[in-house]
């Protein structure tokens, strides 16, 4: 009886550290910051409910389907190696995107390989939604780099290439 009442009493002991082991560990993972990395970083979250405001009209020239931005302008031949943004619509033909706030509902990074082993294009892609404007449909940023030294686009960087014309109001 003896025994048997010293081996429970260590497998007690072994249980016991094993549970406050989990605990310490369950405790400090609690601990850890809920902080959102800030828009300059590729984990930056886009919640749903993210509002990307455009403040001023944008023209789609006539036989295309997108309007490009880079460095804060409106362009038509863009710097393929430099952040660039393209509004896109549903149809061709000259039209105006006017100044309107559209929903954010989804955002996505992808890549994908234009020119192996040496070029990938790095995407940001915004689906965004306004009862205003049906018609418009997404908003694209992106740049080519090679795959070991490109890296995801930031909103940050999407910011710098749209400059004043759209704003962003992001959902907690």
């Given at each position: 009886?003896?025994g048997?009442?010293?081996?429970?009493l260590?497998?007690?002991?072994?249980?016991m550290?094993?549970?406050?082991?989990?605990?310490?560990f369950?405790?400090?993972?609690g601990?850890?910051?809920?902080h959102?990395p800030?828009?300059?970083?590729?984990?930056f979250?886009?919640?749903p409910?993210?509002?990307?405001?455009l403040?001023r009209?944008l023209e789609?020239?006539?036989?295309q389907?997108?309007?490009?931005?880079q460095?804060?302008?409106?362009?038509g031949?863009?710097?393929?190696d430099t952040?660039h943004?393209?509004?896109?619509v549903?149809n061709?033909?000259?039209?105006?995107i006017?100044?309107d706030?559209?929903l954010i509902?989804?955002?996505s990074?992808?890549?994908?390989?234009?020119?192996?082993?040496?070029?990938?294009?790095?995407?940001?892609?915004?689906?965004i939604?306004?009862?205003q404007?049906?018609g418009?449909?997404?908003?694209?940023?992106?740049y080519?780099?090679?795959?070991m030294?490109?890296?995801?686009?930031t909103?940050?960087?999407?910011?710098k290439?749209?400059?004043?014309y759209v704003?962003f109001?992001?959902?907690?």
């Amino acid at each position: 009886m003896n025994g048997l009442k010293l081996v429970s009493l260590f497998l007690m002991r072994i249980l016991m550290r094993h549970v406050v082991v989990f605990i310490g560990f369950a405790l400090l993972a609690g601990c850890q910051s809920m902080h959102t990395p800030g828009e300059s970083s590729v984990w930056f979250r886009i919640n749903p409910g993210s509002k990307l405001m455009l403040e001023r009209a944008l023209e789609i020239p006539s036989g295309q389907v997108h309007v490009l931005l880079q460095k804060g302008a409106v362009t038509g031949a863009v710097d393929q190696d430099t952040i660039h943004c393209s509004f896109v619509v549903r149809n061709p033909g000259q039209q105006t995107i006017n100044p309107d706030s559209f929903l954010i509902t989804n955002a996505s990074n992808q890549q994908e390989w234009i020119s192996r082993p040496d070029t990938m294009i790095f995407y940001k892609v915004f689906r965004i939604t306004s009862a205003q404007q049906p018609g418009v449909e997404k908003l694209v940023c992106s740049y080519q780099d090679g795959p070991m030294t490109g890296k995801p686009v930031t909103v940050k960087q999407v910011r710098k290439a749209l400059g004043e014309y759209v704003t962003f109001e992001f959902a907690p």
